[in-house]
């Protein structure tokens, strides 16, 4: 089945920690994202690809990297300068522009 | 003012009912919009595309207006299963990103 896989589903990062959560897609989709989602709230899009070797900040980067060296893989990772990295992360994917997005089932992150 | 808002709710409606709600957003130029169904800490799941005509998917009706920048779900003989939150989202800048509002929150009581 076609689809988007990540994980862990539970993370759980110490103090001054760097964790790198895992998203992989088989739906030969060009463009991949990762979103934060808080509480009550909606979706904020931390990173964004639009083709392998290729990334762009989102509204809230800061205290986050990513990479994209394979069209199927897109890593975050939450480094130690995020100090509020409690939340669901949703990472999605589309076939282009205007194209609507299919989601993972997501990774709750929580500090020890 | 947030580029895309949405009424949280609840809507609280009896099974059998109809029940409808909006999303307004900030750019007139906007192109593409979409409905997603969110279930309590699970992830987002596309529930239609929203197309100028308004179009269709079984129960679910959704609608665009351009003039008034605001797009709409109604959903019609509300099943159990509906209760869900709803959220819309929309290509603001006819790039790759979607902006997100914060969702509707639907239950639908026996």
């Known amino acids: 089945d076609g689809g988007i896989t990540q994980s862990p589903k539970y993370l759980f990062r110490k103090e001054g920690q760097n964790v790198t959560l895992s998203c992989e897609q088989n739906?030969?989709?060009?463009?991949m994202y990762w979103y934060r989602q808080d509480p009550g709230q909606g979706l904020r899009l931390i990173y964004y690809?639009?083709?392998?070797?290729?990334?762009q900040k989102g509204d809230i980067a800061e205290g986050y990297s990513v990479s994209r060296e394979k069209k199927e893989s897109f890593p975050l990772t939450v480094t130690s300068a995020q100090k509020n990295p409690t939340a669901f992360y949703l990472c999605a994917s589309s076939q282009g522009a205007r194209q609507p997005q299919h989601f993972g089932d997501g990774t709750r992150l929580s500090i020890l | 003012r947030k580029e895309v808002e949405q009424d949280p709710g609840p809507f609280n409606v009896p099974e059998g009912a109809t029940v409808a709600f909006n999303c307004t957003y900030s750019?007139?130029?906007?192109?593409?919009f979409f409905w997603y169904r969110q279930d309590c800490r699970k992830e987002p799941k596309l529930l239609m595309s929203v197309y100028s005509s308004g179009n269709e998917d079984g129960r679910f009706t959704a609608q665009l207006n351009r003039a008034s920048q605001y797009i709409s779900l109604l959903i019609r003989d509300s099943k159990l299963s509906d209760s869900a939150t709803y959220l819309c989202a929309v290509n603001l800048s006819n790039d790759y990103k979607l902006s997100f509002g914060a969702g509707t929150t639907v239950t639908v009581r026996a």
């Open positions: 739906l030969n989709h060009d463009a």
């Open positions: 690809s639009q083709i392998v070797n290729d990334f």
């Open positions: 750019n007139s130029a906007s192109q593409s």
